[in-house]
Every structure is written in structure tokens, then in C-alpha cells.
């Protein structure tokens, strides 16, 4: 690819991670942060660092590696910078979704992000195992979305977010509406969510006088297989396991809980990531 590329927000928790796949792949690229003491601790990691206007200004792709909240009014100081025809890649669907990204007739605007490794992914080495998070030696797909612009360069963006997030097994093209239904509605509100209750059920159990070594040993174990039953069918459920199952979605769960996939409310929770409200 003969195309310039500007990382913003290199040097947050996303940039980090990418910066080294773009290094990686041989891409002209330069990385951008809101402060000089910023581009120079990544110029000392010899990553050519420049100020977010000029790189904006001067490069034909830019990834917004931004925290969500970050892209609404960012994204109204950079797009009026971008060069015609430029490609504005953003990481999240959220600022997109809630109509908050800026665009322009002359620009493509696309959106993308991780699925990051699978839990019952295959792992043929120590270094795909270790890697939880993806980018580095783990295999996974991610999820892409052309929220306007043109195919041709929509295909580019693909290409490149093939390397951002390598290795890539598939990428799944799909709309940045249903891109807010897996993140945040999904993978966040509910996912997410659950995953934190789980933490709190171990503190819990310790709390009320479990060791914490048999706690953790007792309740990671059945988080895996719980999990393995409910989504690879690996065996069933006893029939007293499923009266419990029953239980705790009766006095866990709200009935209603499913209304969160609901527009109105996949808004509201964008509203507030967004610090719209």
C-alpha cells in the first residue's frame, strides 16, 4: 500500500497495540498524540511522531485508535482537515452509531473492531495463549462496516485492518447498526456485565469464609464448563443444575432484560459513553 497513514492517539491503549502491526508490515506511517512529552516518548520507540492537524492533514488514511468519547469532537476538528479522498477508519461503532462522527461527500468513513481470540480458539503455540487480548500472535476475526463512502475504498480499509489486528481468520462485513448490537448491547451491557458479576460471586464466596485459592480454583472451573455446555453443547446440564439455572435467572435477572437490544435503548447507553447525558 503506497498510502500515508496517520495512527491518532498513538499512544493510548489501542494505538500501542497497533503501531507495532503497522511497523510490522512495512506501512508508511507516522503516529500522532495530543502532547509533545507524548510524541516524544514515541519517537524514543522509533515511531516517527508528528502533531494530529498536520498528520491529518498531510496523510491519506487516518486511524482513530480514540477513546469513544474522544470521536464526537474530535472527529469535528479533524474530517475538514482531511485531504480529498481520504479514508477515516474509526475503532468503535459508538460515536458512528449514536450519529456523532463527523463525514464529508469526499471522504470514506469506515468503522471496524476485534472480535478478539475465541475462548475455544485453537492455540498452537505458548505465544497464541498468552495472547488474550489478539493483535499479537492469536488468531481472530473482527467485524467492519462502511459507514459511507466508496466500496473500492471500503476494500482498502479491509486490507489494512487485516494487518492492524493480525493474524485475521475472517473479517465480517456488516452495518454499523449491527456492529452497536454486539458492542456495546452484547458484549458490553450484557457480556461484559456478567463477567464482572462473576468476579463479584468470588469475592462474595470469600467473603463469606471460602479460601480464596479454593473460591478461585472452584469458580473458574465453573465458569469454563458452564460456558462449554452453553455454547459448544459439550454435554448437558444435569437436571438439577438447569432448577438452579431457573432459580437464579428468577432472582438475578430481570425478566425484561432483553429490552437492552432494544434501539431506544442501545441509544441511551451510546448517549452515555458518549457523555452525551
Not at 493510548?12 to 500522532?32: S, T
Not at 481468520?169 to 463477567?195: D, F, N
Request: glycine letters at 6%; one cysteine or more.
Amino acid at each position: 500500500m503506497d498510502r500515508k497513514i496517520a495512527l491518532v492517539g498513538a499512544g493510548g491503549k489501542m494505538g500501542q497495540r497497533i503501531a507495532p502491526n503497522l511497523q510490522k508490515f512495512g506501512y508508511d506511517f507516522v503516529c500522532c498524540e495530543k502532547d509533545r512529552e507524548g510524541m516524544e516518548a514515541l519517537a524514543a520507540k522509533g515511531y516517527a511522531a508528528m502533531p494530529t492537524e498536520e498528520a491529518v492533514a498531510s496523510c491519506d488514511i487516518i486511524v482513530c485508535a480514540l477513546p469513544d468519547a474522544a470521536l464526537p469532537a474530535l472527529s469535528a476538528k479533524l474530517v475538514p482537515l482531511l485531504k480529498p479522498g481520504a479514508i477515516f477508519l474509526t475503532l468503535d461503532p459508538a460515536a458512528a452509531r449514536a450519529g456523532q462522527l463527523a463525514t464529508r461527500p469526499d471522504c470514506s468513513f469506515v468503522v471496524t473492531h476485534p472480535c478478539h481470540p475465541p475462548l475455544f480458539g485453537e492455540c498452537d503455540t505458548p505465544e497464541e495463549k498468552a495472547d488474550l487480548f489478539g493483535g499479537t500472535a492469536a488468531k481472530q476475526d473482527i467485524v467492519m462496516a462502511l459507514y459511507a463512502g466508496k466500496e473500492e475504498d471500503y476494500a482498502v480499509a479491509e486490507a489494512l485492518c487485516r494487518h492492524l489486528f493480525n493474524p485475521v481468520v475472517q473479517v465480517h462485513r456488516i452495518t454499523v447498526e449491527q456492529m452497536a448490537i454486539l458492542e456495546p448491547a452484547a458484549a458490553e451491557v450484557v457480556v461484559a456485565m456478567m463477567a464482572t458479576i462473576m468476579k463479584e460471586a468470588i469475592e462474595e464466596s470469600v467473603r463469606r469464609g471460602v479460601p480464596r485459592p479454593a473460591a478461585e480454583a472452584f469458580l473458574l472451573g465453573h465458569i469454563q464448563i458452564p460456558l462449554a455446555i452453553a455454547l459448544k453443547s459439550s454435554n448437558p446440564f444435569s437436571d438439577a443444575a438447569m432448577i438452579a439455572v431457573d432459580y437464579g435467572k428468577r432472582h438475578v435477572l430481570r425478566e425484561d432484560w432483553k429490552k437492552v437490544f432494544e434501539p431506544s435503548y442501545i441509544e441511551d447507553v451510546l448517549q452515555e459513553m458518549l457523555h452525551l447525558k
